[in-house]
């Protein structure tokens, strides 16, 4: 998908034009809100409130576009980078009234946030030992694999959206792939008779 269409249409034009007229950046919605939502609805799964999260993310979005650096022709790294803030604040809160709800002794067995994000993600994109794989990985290694494997964003894409350099960008995708390995190659062999 081309993120710069002709100049009164391009992302920039939008956000530009949205600063005047509130109305127009439900243009970038359009645009994008099916692209974030199957990101999301990755990451989440079934149950984890995809719509919710972006939603939450295109309110963020708008409240922020004043400071939208225009030079920017392409939204969508600015956009994935709130997706995934807000995906990471949910889960914080999440983990915090699980947390909570442990310390005033309730018997209701808790799993972890992120073993659920990962077991719903499995549900709907992979299975079984790459799901494991990416439980064991640090959240900010999961998060660059994830928005160049899903959210189909290139390094520089995700440097922008996390606000990251391109090299960190490169060095958490590679001990990302070579966790992956590792993990999926003792896995193999394991099975193997």
Request: net charge positive; charged share 30%.
């Amino acid at each position: 998908m081309t993120a710069v269409m002709d100049r009164e249409t391009s992302d920039v034009a939008i956000i530009e034009a949205s600063r005047r007229d509130a109305d127009r950046f439900g243009l970038l919605y359009d645009r994008y809100c099916a692209m974030l939502y199957r990101y999301a609805y990755r990451r989440l799964g079934p149950s984890g409130s995809a719509e919710d999260v972006v939603a939450d993310a295109f309110v963020v979005a708008f409240r922020k576009r004043g400071g939208y650096d225009l030079s920017k022709a392409d939204a969508r790294p600015w956009l994935f980078g709130i997706l995934t803030k807000e995906i990471a604040r949910r889960r914080r809160s999440e983990e915090a009234r699980y947390r909570a709800l442990g310390r005033a002794g309730t018997d209701e067995q808790v799993h972890e946030f992120a073993d659920r994000v990962v077991a719903a993600v499995a549900a709907q994109a992979v299975r079984g030992e790459l799901t494991a794989a990416l439980a064991g990985l640090r959240p900010a290694e999961r998060d660059v694999l994830l928005l160049i494997a899903w959210g189909e964003l290139s390094y520089e894409e995700v440097a922008e959206s996390l606000n990251i350099k391109i090299g960190t960008v490169r060095s958490r995708l590679h001990r990302a792939r070579q966790q992956l390995r590792a993990v999926l190659k003792t896995r193999d062999i394991e099975r193997t008779p």
